[in-house]
């Protein structure tokens, strides 16, 4: 287990940029794989962006691909989200998620570790 906090949340108009970051408290971040998610209001957590432990692998959901990019610095125990064009779809709680191990996942029930997670609202 790592805990996680989230920060960047906040109220944007609909085509602003947001950037989350979530901050580790571990000594070997690097072993982490971390992802994050997001709960709409009245929804069920979906995937968001994933990075593997080294930043050699990302994956994106389809409604986010080409706006929002995930990257981590291993050296500071940090992982951001960059939010870019933002839609009004895109508010609710951002969650940043870790998991051990090399595999590349976009699977909710193999993150163990999860951050109080972060609000953002986009108005339109």
């Known amino acids: 287990q790592v805990q996680l906090v989230e920060s960047g949340g906040g109220f944007v108009q609909a085509g602003d940029s947001l950037r989350l970051s979530c901050a580790a408290s571990t000594l070997t971040f690097s072993n982490y794989a971390m992802a994050w998610f997001h709960q709409a209001p009245g929804k069920e957590r979906e995937f968001v962006s994933f990075?593997?432990?080294?930043?050699?692998?990302?994956r994106y959901a389809d409604s986010v691909k080409g706006r929002f990019t995930i990257s981590r610095d291993n050296a500071k125990n940090t992982v951001h989200l960059q939010m870019n064009s933002l839609k009004p779809e895109d508010t609710g709680v951002y969650y940043c998620?870790?998991?051990?191990?090399?595999?590349?996942?976009?699977?909710?029930?193999?993150?163990?570790?999860w951050g109080q997670g972060t609000q953002v609202t986009v108005s339109s």
């Open positions: 990075i593997s432990r080294h930043g050699f692998s990302t």
């Open positions: 998620a870790a998991r051990t191990g090399v595999q590349v996942t976009t699977d909710i029930a193999d993150f163990g570790s």
